[in-house]
């Protein structure tokens, strides 16, 4: 198991920025796809963004594309997400994540089974 520890949420007005990050530890880092997500209250958890093992590919949920930036340091064992003009419906609980299987590109929550404890974004408007 990988251990995740989220960091950098909090309070912004809309229009804001916050940059989250994640720390990974327990296992080869850069041998999985990094994913973050986020749930809202009384809502499920969505998906937000992912990237590839090597940084090269990435992948963005619809109401993020073009305002959030999902990256990563294999050496520093990090994952990054740059969130820019946030609106207040970005309010949540953010989460990165890791899949099961090393090398496996997916962005289907049910994939991922190594969580962080979530960081809050709270956007006001």
């Known amino acids: 198991q990988v251990q995740l520890q989220e960091s950098g949420g909090g309070l912004v007005q809309a229009g804001g920025s916050l940059r989250l990050s994640c720390a990974a530890s327990?296992?080869?880092?850069?041998?999985?796809?990094m994913g973050w997500f986020r749930q809202a209250p009384g809502k499920e958890r969505e998906f937000v963004a992912v990237i590839s093992w090597s940084g090269g590919t990435t992948y963005y949920a619809d109401s993020v594309k073009g305002r959030f930036t999902i990256s990563r340091d294999n050496a520093k064992n990090t994952v990054t997400l740059q969130m820019n003009s946030l609106k207040p419906e970005d309010t949540a609980v953010y989460y990165c994540?890791?899949?099961?299987?090393?090398?496996?590109?997916?962005?289907?929550?049910?994939?991922?089974?190594?969580w962080g404890q979530g960081t809050q974004v709270t956007v006001s408007s």
């Open positions: 327990g296992r080869t880092f850069g041998s999985y796809v």
């Open positions: 994540a890791a899949p099961y299987r090393s090398y496996y590109y997916t962005k289907s929550i049910s994939d991922f089974g190594s």
